[in-house]
Structures are given as C-alpha cells and as structure tokens.
C-alpha cells in the first residue's frame, strides 16, 4: 500500500473499526453478538483489525438448540483458536418444555420472538443464565458476570432487508429492547449517540455500509476461515443465509468456495432475489423481520 | 482482485411533498435496480388497499411509515449506473425530522434538491440548501419535479431556476445543474423527454455520473485525533499503541510529532495493523495506529499533529455557526457536552452574535437563545482549552456537535478561535467575591489563633493506589496534633444522583466546581482541607486551584507522575510505608508555609 490510495473495501473496513473503537472506549459493559454467519464473522475479523490482533469483549451467541451442529463446533473451534470470551445463552425453558416451531408446538414467528429474542434480551439484560468458555477446561461454564451489556454490537447491514436500511450506526434501545425507528439520533460527522439513559442500551452497527458482495470481497482480501455451510458441497446447493435448520433453505448455486461466490455476486444472479429469502420467518405476518426487529430482534 | 467499482452516496432533499420518494422509486424502477417482484408485491398492495399506486411506495418499508405518509427517516436505496454504485438516501423534508435529514445528508458526497414546479421554492427548499452548504456537500444538481403538473412549460423551470441560483450565491453554493422533471410520468429521468423538446441538457441518471467525488488532500497538514491508547498487556502484548484515524494529511515513521492540547512530543516508531505487511507510513482516511519512541501520557481526545507542520488551535473560546435540533433551545451559561473530533470537554454558550432565519436568510440579533431548528452564530467557551482547526482550512477538525441530555442537539462548524482574556471562570469568581461580605477575622487572624494557615491539600494519582487511606491517616495525624482538619470524601456517584444524568464529561466537571467551592468557603474558615480525587488533569486542577483562591492549594501526586513542572508541590511512590507517608507529609507541610514552624508543631 504505498500508493495513497483506499479502495472501497479499505473505506468500509477504516469506517467500521472506528465505529468499535467509539464503542470500546465508551461502553464499560459492551459485547458483541456472534451469530457464526458470514457478517458477523467479519465483524468479529474487524474487532481483531480494530485492537491489533485482540478482542477486548465477549462474544455473545444465542444458542437456539436448533443451528446445525456444525456451526456450534465451528464457533467453539474458533473461540479457542483466537482466544475468543465467548458467552452463550438460550431458552432453556422454552427448549425443554418443547414450546418450539420444530416440536410443533408454536409458529415460526413466535418461535423467533421465544428462541432467539426473548433468550437474547435476558442473555444481554443479564438475568438469564449466560455460559462462558472456560479455556482451559474447553467446557462452558455458568458465568458470574450479570451485569447487563449497555453496549451490543451487531452485525446488521443495510442492504439486507428494508427496516435495517434504516438503522443508525448506534442505535437506541429501550429497557424492553424496543427500537423507536421515528425518533433516531442524528448522526453526523462521525459523531454518535454514546451517552444513554440509566436502563436503555445502545445496539452499535459497524456494517450498515456493508452489502452482500462486500462480505465476501473482504472474506476473500483477508482470508478469514468462514464456515463451509456456505459453499456447496457437491449436491448444487449452498445456503446464502444462516439460521435454524428447520427454518433454512439453502439455493441453487454450485459455489464450492469464497472465490466462486464472489463470482456469482457480480453475476448478479442473485440480484432480484432477497438474501434472506431462505429464512422461513421473513415471509410470515406480512412483515415477518420487521416486526421481529421491533420486538428486539438483530 | 481489486477490481471494485467506485461508490457514492447521493442525497435526495427538498421540500415535503415536492417528490422525492417518487423520484427515487422511478430510478430504481427504470434502472432495474428493485429485487424481483418488489414492483409487483407493491402493486398489489395498492390493489388490495384500493389506493393508486405510487412509486414511493416502493420505498416505504416499514409500516408506520406508510401509516402517515411522510418519509420519516432516511432510507437507503442502492442502485448502479455504467459508472459506480450509487446509495440513494432518501432525506424526509418535513421539518420535524430536520434531524434525520441531516443525518442523510451528512452521509453523502452529493446531494439531489427536489423542487415542485408548481408550488415553488418552499421554506424547506431553502433550508435544505443551507444545510448543504453548512455540511459542505459541494455537488448539488437541483430538480425542478412535476413539470407535468405545468404543461412542461419552460418559464415556470426557467423561472425556479433564476430565482433560487440567486438564494444559493447568497450562501456560497454553485449547482452543477437545474433539471425539468416529471418523476410520476418518467420526464428526464434515465434519457431525454419528449415532453420538453426545449430542454437539452443531461438526464438524472446522467447527472448522478457528473457528481466528482471529493480525493483526501493528501497536502493538507496531519490530523490525528486520538481515539484511544491500547495496552494488551494480559494478552501477552507490550505494544502501547495511540490508535484512531487520520483525517487529514500522512505521516512516516521517524516523524516528530506533538499532542494537543497537552504540547507532548514524541516521535513516531511504527504503524501498526492487524493481518497487515509492514507498514511506513499511513494517510489520511486509515484507521490505524502507531507506536512512539517515548512513553508519554496523553489521554483520548489529544490530537497528534507533525511538529513541522502548522498546528491546530488551541483555545477555550471560539466563533462558530451553528444549528440546533434539540427540543430544549440553547441557552447561555447552561452546562452542554462538546464532542469535536475525539475530544469531549464541558461547555458553555457564551454568546449568540446572530441567529438566522433559515427560510428568510435574515439575521436576527437580539435572540436570547437558540431555538429548535435555528440557525446561529455563536461564541462556545469549553471548561479546558480545546484543539481545533478553522473549518474552512481542515473540515474534519473543525466540526463539532453539542450535546445535552444525553441526546446530540446541534451540530456546529468552527469559524475561528477566540482569544480572550476573560474567562467565565475569572467573571464567576468576581461576581463571587463581589457578593461575598467578608468576616472581620482576616486569615491571618485565624492563622494565629489555629497555630496553622489553611489550605485545600489534593491527593491525586492513578486509581486504586491508596490514595484514600494516605488522605485519611493525613487527617488522623494532624488532628492529634492539634491542627483543625477536615478529610472530605465526596465521590462522582453522590453527585450523580442529584439530577439523575450519569454523563462522565459534565458529572466530572460539577465534581471539580462543587469541591472548588466547598473548599473556598472551609479554607477560608481557616481549615486545612483533605481530599482524593483520581486522574486530575492539569486543566481540572487548574479550576481547582482558581476556586480556593485565596486560600493555598497543595498538590500530591501519587505514583505515576504526568503532571508538567511546577504543578505538583510532593511526588510520593505507590505503596510505602503509611506512617513514614504520613510524616513525608508533614515534613512538607511544615517546609511550606500552611504548618509554619513559627506556628511551632
């Protein structure tokens, strides 16, 4: 790079450490969610950009007992290898009294709101139990941290699905992780709403200028190990999406690898089809991600 | 693999209902920029409501937006041309989400200023003109909408475009071109309108590719405000690195550099990066961050400048204009949270030399105060002197926002510094000792009679280094000898409580006025006053020191000293001995003049 020159990548990426480093040095109680998806992984590559090597917060997954099992070893395999503080929780209660869409029980929607946002709200409100990776014993065990995060960061993009095109980089919620979308702070200059009232917290979005193609051009320039649920594995098919098996379907694509993905972006062949349409609760209640988002959904 | 197309953001402004949703609906629908089937689903929705379809709807995504029909916040929108990507953001005109707006606009490189041809230029076209000047978003291409709705005549486009090129020379602002539209019926949208054969310029998509995106001036003078100082020391790295982002100019290792407003210096050892080769040198736009050859303390916030190049400002008072979004105007003397670039210091309004109609461009001089949606100049005096550049010379430093009650309320540009002997600190402390009647008893009266002078003894230092204990064994030991002493130990959090904010910058400064004037009035009693208080800085104590005039201030520093010469009256170690501490104590204090030997201890 000796040349002055900052490609778009080079942008987007100096865009969004500064982002996490605002939140570092604002947020005592701060996480980041790590869904073990293509974004937030590059999320997670980012905080390492941002603090030279280092991630100086936990890692928060909500472990719905329905992600493919691969993701579950992938996510642990990585927490070791880069000295992750990885944290998860769940439902507990809902998973075991099998108050779930796969048990039959509830609708997908409902499902979501149960699985992922209610056991999201209480692992961040902190008083529902959150198990941290021990490193030496390779286990989780219960964490002794209960302090709620005031601080998450997420992956969302704006690209992805009209409400988040809306969001802020940071972004208020309530105590009910409620998100008032018509009255937003203004952003300007780089300068971001840090200062919050006792009982709401901030949802931090370093990717909101990401889009689709970008994720993979930067997976690719930085050769982050991604998991290979994306890339087909000889049946044509891949998942362009991540999320609970019963819920996912994957697409046509015979992408075996990041290379071929980023191909087959800029062929556009997925352009007039929504990236998550593979996620079954998008589609329900005529506006499935936005109400769940209103409801304290990423 | 860097084969990536150029990007920008384009902003679509104006005035409410003047055409903005529908503009930006039409251009992605002609350009085939929608997702499959999103016209159709739209369409249908329409159908279903029996209402008529309209391309803004296209980009109402949320629900309650549509509920009220107005954009309320900016939406983004992607679409391609032959030549870049564009990010269409969509800024709401209605002036109750002036807020939004801005944040819309502030995000982009250009911007788009819709006009209804057959309402004229409204008070929201002229505002949002002025804040494309104030955000100093240089491109601007004006459209003259809904022609269809004037039979496409040339004297009502001619006509908009005489009258509002004249508003914008007045601030400063050359539109790159005025284009006739019709975004409802497709005119000069994608290619040329037969309905306006007499219109030969470019359309808007042409007009989106003449936008020149503004190159980093990599000649301008280095700007790099500190974002933080990182030292993972538990995860095995040494490294103290000053990390954030230049904003202007480059630098190389070996380069000598000075922090403001602290004056450091040091010298630049290395960039540093993650998954990065070797790096020498980093410019503006990187987020980066570098190591110095030697260990100096300086806190978030400094800017780090080249010590060859001209400096930024540095100064406690200064001339800007501003805009303000709160819902509560801005009022003089009332403590607000300044953010510019890094830094985040206590200020107050000190004056308003005029505030402006931003519809009219009238100034307004005899306005006491700032109101929602105003436009005004301003002189701002922070508590502690603060670094900046004039606007105009570098943006990025020169830029800064308010903030009160927890919420960003006006965002201002920085016109120049103000050098000014009085402080508001000075006027208070007149206006105090003017309303003060003094006791008969003189201080050197009490001296006599309490066989000690008084003073305000701060024990400062790092956190967690005993400083508590060593303030009250102090008091303890004095107190046997007959000294009539005080230990007060009030914290952040019991001030926090009083008014429920929990903002670190404000709650830190009412912490220092409240101990300055506790201690004035108990050291003019003639009380030897002790107090702790961790990671004082020099300005801090400096307000400190002012407030317990007359009465002396004596400063301990334990531990790590990063106080400049002459500040510090006693440097202990961390750790030691508390009685022999102790007795170091009083041995200077017995040295100084508060426990004067003729006083006899």
């Known amino acids: ?42 999320l997670l590559w980012l905080a390492r950009k941002a603090f030279f090597g280092h991630v100086p917060f936990p890692l928060v997954h909500v472990d719905t007992s329905f992600k493919v099992p691969a993701m579950i070893k992938y996510r642990d395999q990585v927490a070791l290898e880069w000295n992750l503080n990885m944290v998860y929780g769940q439902n507990t209660e ?47 065990e219960l964490d002794d941290n209960k302090e709620p995060y005031t601080g998450v ?79 087909d594995q000889g049946e044509g098919t891949r998942y362009r999406s991540l999320g609970c098996y019963p819920c996912t379907t994957p697409v046509q694509s015979t992408a075996k690898n990041v290379e071929d993905i980023v191909q087959e972006l800029k062929t556009g062949k997925f352009a007039n089809i929504a990236e998550r349409s593979g996620r079954a609760q998008d589609k329900e209640d005529g506006g499935g991600l936005e109400t769940l988002r209103l409801d304290g959904y990423m | ?44 929705q329409c159908k279903r409501n029996a209402k008529p379809f309209e391309y803004a709807f296209l980009l109402d995504a949320l629900k309650d937006e549509q509920a009220q029909g107005i954009t309320i916040d900016t939406a983004r929108s992607f679409f391609k041309s032959k030549k870049r990507d564009y990010i269409i953001i969509d800024a709401p005109g209605h002036i109750e989400f002036l807020k939004n707006m801005i944040t819309g606009a502030a995000r982009a490189q250009a911007a788009m200023l819709v006009i209804d041809a057959k309402e004229g230029i409204r008070e929201n076209s002229k505002r949002h003109g002025y804040m494309m000047s104030f955000l100093g978003i240089k491109n601007i291409t004006v459209c003259v909408n809904k022609m269809d709705l004037v039979g496409y005549k040339q004297e009502v486009f001619e006509k908009i475009k005489t009258d509002y090129s004249a508003f914008l020379k007045e601030i400063n602002l050359k539109p790159m071109s005025f284009i006739p539209i019709s975004a ?33 001036d990599y000649e301008r003078a280095f700007r790099f405000p500190i974002q933080d100082i990182y030292k993972f020391t538990a995860a095995g790295d040494d490294r103290r690195i000053f990390s954030g982002r230049v904003e202007s100019g480059t630098i190389d290792v070996g380069d000598e550099v000075i922090f403001l407003p602290s004056r ?61 979004m709160g819902k509560q105007p801005l009022v003089k003397g009332k403590n607000y949270k300044l953010k510019i670039t890094t830094q985040q210091v206590p200020v107050i ?65 920085i016109l120049a510094p103000v050098f000014d002997e009085v402080s508001t600190l000075s006027k208070h402390i007149k206006e105090r000792d003017y309303g003060w009647e003094r006791s008969d008893i003189t201080p050197g009266k009490r001296a006599q009679k309490y066989q000690h002078k008084s003073a305000l003894i701060v024990i400062t230092g790092e956190a967690n280094s005993g400083k508590i204990a060593m303030a009250k064994a102090l008091e303890e030991e004095l107190f046997k000898l007959k000294k009539n002493v005080y230990f007060l130990g009030i914290s952040n ?22 101990l300055g004037e506790t201690a004035h009035i108990l050291t003019d009693a003639g009380l030897i006053l002790i107090t702790s208080i961790s990671d004082i800085d020099e300005y801090e104590l400096q307000a400190l020191k002012i407030l317990n005039r007359p009465s002396k201030t004596i400063v301990i520093n334990v531990g790590e000293n990063h106080f400049q010469e002459g500040q510090v009256d006693l440097l202990l170690d961390k750790g030691g001995d508390s009685a022999q501490v102790t007795q170091k104590i009083v041995n200077y204090l017995i040295q100084s003049v508060v426990l004067d030997p003729e006083f006899s201890i």
């Open chain 2, 493 to 514: 959090d019991l001030l926090k409580s009083q008014d429920g904010s929990n903002d670190k910058t404000l709650n830190r400064m009412k912490h220092i006025q409240q």
């Open chain 1, 153 to 231: 960061i997420v992956g969302v993009r704006a690209d992805e699905e009209g409400s988040r095109s809306k969001e802020r980089y940071f972004s208020p919620r309530d105590r009910n992780n409620d998100w008032d979308v018509g009255d937003q702070p203004p952003e300007l200059w780089n300068q971001f709403k840090t200062d919050f009232a006792p009982g709401t917290h901030l949802r931090i979005h370093p990717l909101l200028d990401w889009t689709e193609l970008n994720i993979w051009e930067y997976i690719q320039r930085e050769n982050i190990p991604i998991i290979d649920l994306y890339f």
């Open chain 2, 1 to 44: 693999m860097e084969n990536q197309r150029e990007q920008m953001n384009v902003v679509i402004v104006g005035h409410v209902d003047h055409g903005k949703s529908t503009l930006i609906g039409r251009l992605l629908a002609d350009t085939g920029s929608l997702p499959e089937g999103k016209l159709q689903q739209v369409k249908d």
């Open chain 2, 264 to 324: 450091k210096q040091s010298r630049i050892t290395s960039v540093e990066g993650f998954n990065l080769p070797k790096q020498t040198q980093a410019f503006a736009g990187q987020s980066t961050g570098f190591t110095l050859e030697t260990q100096i303390y300086v806190k978030p916030g400094e800017i780090m400048a080249k010590v060859k190049e001209k400096t930024p400002h540095v100064s406690p008072k200064f001339k800007a204009n501003i805009f303000w």
């Open chain 1, 1 to 42: 790079m000796s040349k002055k020159t900052m490609t778009k990548l080079d942008q987007i990426e100096a865009q969004s450490v500064y982002i996490m480093r605002e939140a570092y040095r604002e947020f005592k109680n701060l996480a980041m969610l790590w869904s073990i998806g293509k974004d937030s992984t590059v």
């Open chain 1, 94 to 140: 809902a998973i075991k009294n099998k108050r779930t869409f796969p048990d039959g029980a509830i609708d997908r929607i409902s499902c979501c709101k149960s699985l992922k946002s209610e056991a999201l709200k209480h692992t961040l409100a902190g008083d529902w139990p959150r198990y941290r990776m021990n490193h030496e014993t390779k286990k989780y």
């Open chain 2, 349 to 413: 309004l000190a004056d308003i030399i005029s505030v402006l109609d931003a519809s009219e461009l009238s100034s307004i001089t005899n306005k006491d105060q700032v109101d929602r949606h105003d436009v005004a100049e301003c002189i701002f005096e922070t508590l502690k002197p603060v670094a900046f550049d004039e606007v105009n010379q570098i943006s990025e430093t020169g830029r800064f926002v308010i903030v009160d009650n927890y919420e960003i309320c006006g965002g201002g540009i």
């Open chain 2, 184 to 216: 409802r019926e497709g005119d000069c949208i994608t290619g040329p309108s037969k309905n306006m054969p007499w219109y030969d310029g470019g359309s808007i998509l042409e007009a989106f590719d003449v936008f020149q995106k503004a190159v980093p």
